[in-house]
């Protein structure tokens, strides 16, 4: 099991706003839930669990089936080489 957690530099509300009714998520935080919920089209052995996203933080479980990534160490080295979603352009 792999716990992910993103939170924002000072508390930043980059993934959505608290509202009355709930959470409201922002562009931002309906990327992250749309790349979370695509990554096992992407990735064939990684099984995804629960995730929340709130204003300032998504957080989020995964797993790797063992059998299908022989050699793998981490989720850290499989994901080393893909774009980060993430990273401000300039």
């Avoid at 993934?15 to 992250?32: K, P, V, Y």
């Amino acid at each position: 099991m792999v716990f992910i957690t993103r939170c924002t530099e000072g508390k930043q509300r980059l993934f959505g706003t608290t509202e009355a009714h709930g959470i409201t998520r922002s562009s931002a935080g309906r990327a992250f839930m749309h790349h979370w919920q695509t990554i096992p089209q992407v990735f064939t052995g990684i099984g995804i669990d629960s995730c929340i996203v709130i204003a300032n933080v998504c957080s989020a479980t995964s797993w790797l089936n063992h059998h299908d990534w022989v050699g793998v160490d981490s989720m850290s080295t499989l994901l080393a080489g893909t774009p980060n979603v993430w990273t401000r352009q300039a």
